[in-house]
């Protein structure tokens, strides 16, 4: 089994900067593709991010050039860097990992954007 823990979220107003962390532990299957998604109230779950153990790296058109991925391979972590945030990136953060087959979910953090 894999575990993902998020952590980082929290309140911020706009135009600030947030970094989310995701830690992952267990029985990890490697290599593995690291990502972020976001679930606003009231919404689908959409995508966000994602980074290979290489490097490979993509975002959503909305959040380029604000938030950047990245990962740790040695810690097994991932993190986001969320800067000039919006009202509208307010979201349950989610992070998730493939391994093998599989697609596993972290508990998600609540980040929330306002004045």
């Known amino acids: 089994q894999v575990q993902l823990v998020e952590s980082g979220g929290g309140l911020v107003q706009p135009g600030g900067s947030l970094r989310l962390s995701c830690a992952a532990s267990g029985s990890i299957f490697r290599p593995y593709t690291m990502g972020w998604n976001r679930q606003a109230p009231g919404k689908q779950r959409e995508f966000v991010a994602t980074v290979t153990s290489v490097g490979t790296i993509n975002y959503a058109d909305f959040v380029k050039g604000r938030f950047t991925i990245s990962r740790d391979n040695a810690k097994d972590t991932m993190y986001l860097q969320m800067n000039n945030v919006k009202p509208e990136d307010t979201a349950v953060y989610y992070c998730?990992?493939?391994?093998?087959?599989?697609?596993?979910w972290g508990q998600g953090t609540q980040v929330t954007v306002s004045s």
């Open positions: 998730s990992a493939d391994m093998a087959t599989r697609r596993y």
